[in-house]
């Protein structure tokens, strides 16, 4: 009996599977080829990147999330900076795609580069590869790609934990993103993200039965690095105070929150979003 009930839920998960993954998989190659084809005869490669942001606003619809974005004013109107989000979720990249503005480069693991059309998207519109655990040497070089990327012009957007969430709390984060910041002097914009986690867990190919398809994304204001001490402590500076940030935004939004021990506390805090949150917001 138990076998039977095993097999009927691996079923209904590959069938559930199917019908999220199949229609993915047409979107990422119908614009994936126009990014190819179209975007290296437009300025810029403008048609990668309206390619790009199409195939995450449909994809995001297609997996019937709704996204709900608040914040977006604080986005800098030009020029180069740093998007620095908390990761839960391989449907990041999609949720803040649909939402976000800019031409920005991402931060994006080698192994989806090998990716046919995806992986060749992403080369061609000049994201960044990120060799996860290569040493301090591919750490180096990483962070000097960042570099290259702001001394362009271009935002970046960055995961600075390093790895996607298990449980939708925030870890500690990375020093590239901040480094690469103080660096070229520019600013991070924090992103709070909430949802995604209970969408598709870390390791997991199925998207669920489809009751939590709400996605909440806030974007605080920029954080300048500091004027003043020694470039470590600049950059350690600017990585506490975003996590703070973005630990702050994300308990507004429903996140939960480790409280540490040396705050006389120990546990984890939940939040649900307040009514009363203002600013420019967008839904998907």
Known sequence: MLVSVGRAMR??????????WVPFVARTVGYGAISLAIGPLTREHRASL??????????????????????????????????????????????LGSVLPGDYKWAAKR?????????????????????????????????????????????????????????????????GAFAAAVAANVPVVPIALEGTHQLMKKGAFDLGHGVMRHVAVKVGAPLHPVAHGGAEDRIDELRERTRATILDMHRTIGGRVVVAEGSGDVGTVEMRPSASDGGQSASV
């Not at 362009?152 to 870890?171: A, C, M, N, Q, Y």
Request: glycine share 10%; net charge positive; proline share 7%.
């Open 11 to 20: 079923v209904r998960e590959a069938v559930r599977a199917t019908t999220h």
């Open 50 to 95: 309206w390619a790009m942001r199409s195939w995450c606003r449909s994809s995001v619809r297609g997996l019937d999330i709704q996204v709900d974005a608040s914040g977006l004013e604080n986005v800098p109107p030009d020029g180069p900076f740093v998007y620095c989000s908390n990761h839960q979720s391989l449907v990041d990249i999609l949720v």
């Open 111 to 175: 192994s989806l580069m090998r990716i046919p059309v995806l992986g060749w998207h992403l080369r061609l519109s000049g994201h960044v590869p990120v060799d996860r655990g290569a040493g301090r040497e591919a750490a180096a070089a990483v962070v000097e790609r960042f570099r290259e990327v702001l001394s362009r012009g271009k935002p970046l957007l960055i995961f600075p934990e390093g790895t996607r969430s298990e449980d939708g709390i925030v870890r500690p984060f990375k020093g």
